[in-house]
């Protein structure tokens, strides 16, 4: 069974699951996952106490042994299609087994052309027509941004490699393309371009090259971005997927690993996640598009920093999930222009995104600029450790009046954090 997996910027777009957030009110990046299996068909994760037990277990159940999920210690057993929950059942019930889940589907939080529609990296006070002829806030309040600017003076995080687990980044966008160093394929999809859209748009937040005098700049413009195709050409992917991408990353050199999306509970994900966490790795993922406190994975799980959307008025954003006994901070999420591809993707279909360059919403890319942040702090301090990064990030956050019961610190300022 595969976990919806909601991105942020699509929850924005379109709601919540394991996939981009983008946020209501917004035009949906991905269609509704309600009705949707949760799970993907034909395949559970199961993780055996002894694994000299499990030919014989599964043998029983007339199922074979499966491929290793990343470094968890579980498989990925094929099963009979709609047969999934009555083998979990059966399968938990064996001493041999420490537990049997369903493989969760998850879904999709300079003089650079565009840069002055950039609010979430320097505020100018403007607001501009984009492409759809909608007039578009770009700042509101002299400090609803993140300080990227002030922070560049300091460091553009050079050669500080992050991971974006996502749709793909679109090869033919130059801006975001040649910052790319390592790509790997975890979808399912045919080939690894990214026809979706969103993990072009998230990349970009994080590394466009900066003073190109084309396009838009990331917040990190130095940084590396390894690209780990999690969500197909739709938008859905597997929590085994996302478990992959996740041991891939870490083996590629991944400093910080952002996730803009959100999956159902899932104990090998979580396990993932702390592996990566002890190998010294900084982990960030969307909060959710919900609009309510809903815990959203992995965003929830402690080793996580859990990412809220604010907008041009450093307010929550009105779609960001919240609640500050497991949201850490917040980052601009609300009308953030960034990169597309330059070929037809499913958002630009299904939305209306502009090929190249057009604005977002969602907690997907609040997550995207919260993982650059803290590419930064790596780079303004090489020997620091995933711990001390965190707490850089999550420590030297602006606090927000009213906004206490939002999130447990604030919205990031990446200056602070680098100095």
């Known amino acids: ?114 840069f002055p529609r950039q609010y979430a990296l320097q505020n100018t006070g403007q607001s501009f027509t984009n492409t759809a002829g909608t007039i578009v806030v770009a700042a509101g309040k002299a400090d609803a941004d993140v300080d990227a600017v002030e922070a560049w003076d300091l460091t553009s995080g050079t050669d500080i490699r992050v991971a974006v687990l996502d749709s793909g980044v679109a090869s033919d966008n130059t801006d975001i393309a040649l910052k ?43 940084c590396k971005i390894l690209d780990g195709k999690v969500l197909n050409d739709s938008g859905i992917a597997s929590s ?9 990353s870490v083996a590629n050199g991944a400093k910080v690993i952002n996730m803009s999306l959100g999956v159902r509970a899932s104990r090998t994900l979580e396990t993932a996640v702390n592996n990566a966490w002890s190998k010294g790795v900084v982990l960030v993922a969307a909060a959710g598009n919900g609009g309510n406190q809903t815990k959203i994975y992995p965003g929830a799980y402690p080793n996580v920093i859990a990412v809220a959307a604010t907008d041009n008025k450093d307010a929550k954003a009105s779609f960001s999930t919240y609640g500050a006994s497991w949201v850490d901070v917040a980052a601009p999420g609300a009308n953030v222009y960034s ?27 609040s997550s995207a600029i919260v993982a650059a942040t803290a590419a930064l702090a790596w780079s303004a301090d090489p020997v620091a450790t995933q711990v001390s990064v965190r707490e850089k990030v999550e420590e030297t956050a602006d606090k927000i009046a009213g906004t206490g019961t939002y999130w447990k610190y604030g919205r990031v300022n990446a200056y602070n954090a680098v100095r």
Request: overall charge negative; aromatic content about 8%.
């Open 180 to 222: 790319v160093v390592a790509r790997a394929n975890f979808s399912g999809a045919a080939t690894g371009e990214d026809n979706y859209g969103h993990g072009t748009y998230i990349a970009g937040a994080v590394a466009a090259t900066g003073d190109n005098a084309k396009g838009v700049a990331g917040v990190c413009p130095g």
């Open 240 to 248: 085994s997927g996302l478990v992959n991408a996740i041991n891939w």
């Open 339 to 365: 990169t597309f591809p330059n070929h037809p993707f499913y958002l630009g279909t299904q939305n209306g995104r502009s090929q190249g360059y057009d604005v977002g919403n969602g907690t997907s890319m």
């Open 1 to 114: 069974m595969m976990k919806k997996v909601i991105a942020g910027f699509a929850a924005a777009f379109m709601g919540l699951g394991v996939m981009a957030f983008a946020a209501p009110g917004s035009p949906a990046i991905a269609g509704s996952a309600a009705s949707q299996s949760s799970h993907a068909s034909g395949q559970i994760i199961v993780k055996f106490r002894d694994q000299s037990a499990a030919a014989g277990v599964l043998h029983r159940h007339g199922l074979s042994e499966g491929q290793d999920v990343g470094s968890t210690g579980a498989h990925l057993v094929k099963v009979p299609a709609g047969k999934e929950l009555q083998l979990i059942d059966a399968l938990s019930r064996n001493p041999a087994v420490e537990y049997a889940e369903p493989d969760e589907l998850a879904t999709a939080s300079t003089d650079d052309t565009y």
